[in-house]
């Protein structure tokens, strides 16, 4: 296959030294894609032919960066004709690699994630969760089977990077993984934001997600209605771990905190806010952001019954919490003895708390966004979406309030 190269020689006129000379570059395009690198020459702008894009007149040095501009451009035409008859693929980051004399050939793609995911685990508590760790570990495993299936490789070099390829591993997702939308669109952002990196450190000159659109489709979120939840709260239950898991979700479902937040719950984290009473004040394990609670009635006495916890206690922590999966499969046991037909998950605590909880009963959506730590107010709307009981109540109130007044406007008419 024949690739379209196109080669220029220009300066960089807002580049000049003290001297007065400019850098000379190369501007390098290959099937439309380009980039400008230096060739570390320089020369005065007077003795430079924009229309030529080579040095003007007969001087020696005029003649010696010709001399070289014109070796350069051969040298670039010959090694794309080598792998043109060799049959080899030939992109931008290739061709760059050989005017650059950067060779990052060995790059590859699992050895970039191995490098992130590397760093990552270094900061997990400082900069970043565990969980956010273990996301790029999984994508990470994701793209090595994808090359294994489809390329029937271990690994890919990252020069060889392209749409195509972004392309394929979002239809193998799809396909052969069977994930949906959302599920698969997370998976190629935490792809891109490793990939990224690559394009930061100049290994890429080009992001292959560039041009690649994705988007996540918005979902209803499950929460838990006020019956449903008084069903949990006023259910007997004899089985110490599932009455401890019962304690903690309704504790979860009045402060709006996940499970991790409140693993790492500690007495240093209540103190007194600006209406006297005990607040919650934490930084949120996902984001790192601020997020100010007002505890609850219902969340300060499962805070009371647990005070003196012996497990708890011997943590530093306020709440006996144990793994994320026990937890989860103990809720399925505690929906199926409560009537709750629901897949009861942890989770679906903090969705209670923004819909049954906060919103539905009439809490600006502002505040339940600050409560829930969320960076934007647009992530808190999609909880308002779902609240019909509110909407129901809203109207209910605005048709009383307008048949009043009609009632009214007859009364004095007729008098």
């Not at 969980?131 to 489809?150: E, M």
């Not at 019962?246 to 209406?275: E, H, M, N, Q």
Request: contains cysteine; positive net charge.
């Amino acid at each position: 296959m024949n690739h379209r190269v196109t080669i220029q020689f220009f300066l960089r006129k807002n580049r000049m030294n003290k001297k007065g000379r400019a850098p000379v570059y190369m501007r390098l395009s290959v099937d439309g894609e380009r980039f400008d690198v230096s060739i570390n020459r320089s020369i005065c702008p007077k003795d430079w032919s924009v229309n030529a894009g080579a040095a003007a007149g007969e001087s020696s040095e005029s003649q010696t960066l010709n001399v070289f501009l014109r070796n350069l451009e051969t040298k670039v035409y010959k090694y794309v004709n080598s792998l043109e008859l060799q049959d080899k693929d030939v992109n931008i980051e290739i061709v760059r690699s050989l005017v650059t004399g950067k060779t990052d050939e060995k790059k590859t793609l699992m050895l970039l994630f191995e490098y992130h995911n590397s760093r990552m685990n270094d900061l997990i508590g400082k900069d970043f969760s565990k969980a956010t760790y273990h996301k790029y570990v999984f994508t990470a495993r994701k793209v090595a089977k994808f090359l294994t299936v489809k390329y029937k490789r271990k690994d890919i070099y990252l020069h060889e990077l392209n749409h195509a390829f972004i392309a394929d591993f979002d239809h193998y997702l799809r396909t052969r993984d069977k994930l949906g939308n959302n599920t698969a669109v997370k998976y190629l952002q935490f792809m891109r934001k490793v990939v990224r990196l690559a394009v930061t450190y100049d290994w890429l000159v080009k992001d292959p997600f560039a041009n690649y659109k994705t988007s996540l489709k918005e979902t209803n979120r499950t929460f838990l209605s006020e019956e449903e939840l008084d069903a949990i709260i006023d259910k007997p239950i004899s089985i110490p771990r599932l009455a401890q898991i019962r304690d903690i979700f309704v504790f979860a479902c009045y402060t709006g905190l996940s499970f991790s937040d409140i693993a790492k719950l500690s007495p240093k984290d209540i103190s007194r806010g600006i209406d006297g009473g005990k607040w919650i004040t934490i930084y949120r394990t996902k984001t790192d952001t601020r997020s100010s609670i007002p505890l609850l009635t219902q969340a300060s006495d499962i805070l009371d019954k647990y005070r003196d916890d012996i497990i708890a206690n011997s943590k530093g922590k306020l709440l006996p919490v144990i793994s994320n999966q026990k937890t989860n499969a103990f809720l399925k046991e505690i929906a199926v003895i409560c009537g709750i037909s629901k897949n009861l998950t942890f989770h679906m605590a903090r969705h209670t708390f923004a819909t049954t909880i906060t919103l539905t009963n009439s809490v600006p959506i502002e505040s339940v966004s600050k409560m829930l730590g969320h960076k934007s107010l647009k992530t808190t709307q999609i909880y308002s979406k779902v609240v019909d009981k509110k909407v129901a109540h809203d109207m209910g109130a605005l048709r009383t309030a307008l048949e009043k007044k009609k009632a009214s406007s007859r009364i004095a008419s007729n008098q």
